[in-house]
Each structure stands twice: as C-alpha cells, then as structure tokens.
C-alpha cells in the first residue's frame, strides 16, 4: 500500500454522488452548469451596480427642490415648537418674558431651534463640494435596465437548474457535490476522484468531469497525502 496515503471517503457522505455520475458526467451537463455559476456572479455584479446607482446623490437641481422641502419642514417645526412654548394654554398677557437663551419655557424646557435663512441654507449648499449628481430620470432607467437584465439572467438560470438536480431547500447539489470534491482534491498530491481513489480507478465520464471542472488546479502537490490506492505497491 502506498505510504500516507488517503483515507477513501464514504460514497453516502457526497452530496448527490449516487445520482450525479449518470446525470452529470457529460460535457453538456457540465457546460450548462458553469454556465449558470457565470449567471450567478453576473447577477451578483449587477446588484453591486444597482446598490451604486441608488446610492448615488442626486442632481444639484433636483436637490436644490429637496433642500426646499426640509427647510419648510424645519420652519414648520420651529413654529410648532413656539405655538407650543406660547399658545399652548394662553390665556393673555405676553409670553415672551419667558424667554431665556432660546430657553422659551423653563418649566416645560422646550429648545427653541436656531432661525435659518432658506436662502444662506441654499448658498451653503451650492458653494460645498460635490459628487457628481444623477437626476431621477437617469437614476430611474439605469434601475430598470439593470434590473432587466437581472431577470433576464434569472430566466437563464431556472432553465440551467431542472428539478433533478435541486434539494429540497432549492440547493444546487451539484454546487455541494464540487465543493466536496474540491475539498478532497486540494488534500491530496495527485488526481483524485470524488471519493479520493485514484483518478486511474474513475470511469470515463469521471476523468472527463475532472478536466472539465478543472478540479487539478486544487491539488495540492507539496503537502497533500497520495490519493488512495487500493492495490499493493507493484515491484
């Protein structure tokens, strides 16, 4: 027997290993497999750009409308905030006798907040440094044309993944039978097959899976054990 030599993996422990073999073990099947792995990180690519696109500030035009709109919204509150302090339970008199350092009511603490000009709010804004800005037209097609290519990829995909070969969460098992085989190949010094035989013991179509899903460049030549071998050392 081959010194250190791998210990040979229990069929029943690889995902799909009983059922891929016959249904996996083509180049076609392959093709249409790592097709849709390149679906999958296309996708995730293009949901990196969509997170961009809607991340990306607005146009100075249209934010200038915006800022308008958060300064009402401000000039309503401080008006809130002195209806509140003055009127709330006016009876007569003046209230603002009360007032001590914007402090308008010091039994109730109400904060009066500081008087902004809309138009020093909107010159501040024009003269502070700026990205580039996108309108919402822009913003709004770029979103459906990389969403349309999404569902487009995603149509792809469902006709790349039959029922065959999904688990009952809807796993790929042949993303989980790679990965295991991968894991045992990166232990071991020289091609292995899934179960880590030798590649010599493997069928046909399984040294043909092994080149085409390229599980060679996970061999691990300097600290891997030697693939299992069930026959003795020949002279």
């Known amino acids: 027997m081959k010194r ?3 210990s040979p993996i229990c069929a029943t422990t690889i995902p799909g290993y009983e059922v891929l073999p016959d249904l996996f ?3 076609a099947a392959i093709r249409d497999f790592q097709r849709k792995q390149s679906c999958l ?3 995730e690519g293009l949901r990196a750009e969509l ?3 809607y991340a990306m500030p607005p146009d100075s035009g249209e934010m200038e409308i915006e800022l308008r709109e958060h300064h009402k919204a401000y000039a309503d ?3 809130d905030v002195i209806e509140k302090a003055f009127f709330k339970n006016y009876t007569g008199g003046s ?3 009360y ?3 914007n402090n308008l009511n010091l039994a109730l603490n109400i904060i009066l907040p500081p008087r902004i000009e809309l138009d020093e709010f909107l010159e501040a804004y024009r003269r502070a440094p700026k990205p580039k800005g996108i309108t919402k037209v822009k913003r709004a097609k770029a979103i459906e044309k990389i969403e349309g290519k999404i569902s487009k990829l995603e149509a792809e995909i469902d006709q790349l993944f039959p029922k065959i070969f999904r688990d009952r969460n809807r796993t790929d ?3 989980n039978f790679l990965k295991s085989w991968i894991d045992t190949q990166g232990k071991i010094n020289a091609p292995a097959g899934p179960r880590g035989f030798c590649l010599t013991y493997s069928q046909p179509n399984e040294r043909e899976a092994w080149k085409q899903l390229k599980i060679g460049d996970f061999i691990d030549r300097k600290n891997g054990k030697d693939p299992y071998d069930p026959r003795p050392d020949q002279p």
């Open 4 to 6: 250190d030599q791998i």
């Open 173 to 175: 098992v042949r993303e």
């Open 77 to 79: 509150h401080r008006i």
């Open 99 to 101: 007032v001590r350092n």
């Open 51 to 53: 997170a961009q696109v």
């Open 41 to 43: 990180a296309e996708i």
């Open 25 to 27: 073990f083509n180049k």
């Open 95 to 97: 209230p603002l006798k």
